[in-house]
């Protein structure tokens, strides 16, 4: 069984990132209508197929344990991210999941996406991560690598906001 590559297991779950680490922070309001619609699809990986990722899942809902390869690309030249689901939530307040990465992952660290909703009743949606580059894709990418992580999570933000468009 592949060992997470990481220490801080579930740093996202609390939002208390570790120090020394890159961060990733990006929230969105999504209409207040939207949460139950936006929570299913975070917790189904409709969200991150609807955003053009390939996700290979253990199961059809996120859950701790199940494993999952995340693929960006096409054929030989998709980038394979294989991951672990460390924990999730679906409490009626907040829906969604981190997971830490495995051996494989181009990447060191945990990212996690959280629907929510406020004391005032508004809902937003949240990726949150902390990384370090494990290999030579991420090392050779530097700068350019922290801009994809940022613009991946804006690209989750408004995939989610045209999900909860829909009819």
Known sequence: MLALTYPHVGATESGDLPPGWRHVRHRVRLPDSCFAAAGSAVLDWRLHRAAGIRMDAGADRAAPGVRVVSG???GPLRLAAPCEVVWAVDDGRRAGFGYGTLPG???RGEEAFVVSRDAAGRVW??????SRPDGWVMHT???AGRAFQHAYAWWLGRTLRRLCARP
Do not use: I, R
Not at 125 to 130: D, H, K, P, R, S
């Open 72 to 74: 960006l690309g096409v």
């Open 105 to 107: 992952h181009p990447a």
């Open 125 to 130: 949606f949240e990726v949150l991560a902390f």
């Open 141 to 143: 990418a530097g700068p």
